[in-house]
């Protein structure tokens, strides 16, 4: 049973650019969370989706990051008009349902790098 | 979510048992009590969870204590490859208990 999918590992943008990542969760999960870790920092819950459906982006930044995970195909963490400061590695997570008793499995990760 | 503490650091000689110990005194009953782990600047893997009875499974064991107060993680044979951030985490509820809270981690340094 393949793991949560994570691409691209490494990912140069240059400021002012867009980043796109992508998360495939783990066959049978529904349900995915992304995380940031800052260089020198801890993890930082950002978003958790249901397919189709945005459940809890309280750790969003308010502009430039959106995240989608659509019907069909990967979930799409997106970052616009990056900025250095967005260098970070991103990580997704995925669970097979919702709830404290159900684990996330986590993914290898993006690394942005912002020029 | 209740706030866990933990050591920031601990050594251990390779093939014995690391004993990595977490305090959680504020947990109230319906909060499981999660560990995972990240090796260098991989992505954090599960390791085990438990709401109050002890777990095992094929990589550790979970001990949490009768008044839930507290847990540790047992490594029973640690290997040069469990050197890592150990995290200690407490998760309640549904929609709230589907984001895992990282702090600030053990990290485990398994010695030759």
């Known amino acids: 049973n393949a793991g949560v999918m994570q691409n691209p590992r490494h990912l140069v943008r240059r400021r002012g650019q867009e980043a796109r990542l992508r998360c495939s969760p783990m066959k049978g999960h529904s349900h995915v969370y992304w995380y940031r870790q800052l260089p020198e920092e801890g993890l930082k819950f950002m978003v958790y989706?249901?397919?189709?459906?945005?459940?809890?982006e309280s750790g969003m930044p308010k502009e430039r990051f959106s995240a989608e995970f659509p019907k069909e195909g990967p979930s799409i963490l997106r970052i616009q008009q990056v900025v250095r400061g967005d260098s970070a590695a991103y990580f997704c997570a995925s669970s097979r349902g919702t709830g404290a008793t159900y684990e996330q499995y986590f993914g290898p990760g993006t690394r942005l790098t912002v020029t | 979510d209740a706030k866990t503490t933990q050591p920031p650091s601990m050594d251990c000689a390779e093939g014995r048992a690391a004993n990595l110990p977490c305090n959680h005194s504020?947990?109230?009953?319906?909060?499981?009590v999660y560990w995972y782990r990240q090796i260098h600047s991989q992505g954090p893997q599960y390791i085990i969870h438990?709401?109050?009875n002890n777990e095992t499974n094929e990589m550790a064991s979970l001990i949490i204590t009768e008044d839930r107060k507290s847990s540790t993680l047992i490594l029973p044979h640690a290997t040069l490859r469990d050197t890592a951030v150990y995290y200690c985490i407490v998760r309640v509820g549904v929609v709230r208990g589907s984001r895992l809270t990282f702090g600030e981690g053990t990290q485990l340094t398994v010695n030759p």
């Open positions: 989706l249901q397919k189709e459906n945005i459940i809890d």
């Open positions: 504020t947990i109230s009953g319906n909060e499981y």
């Open positions: 438990g709401l109050k």
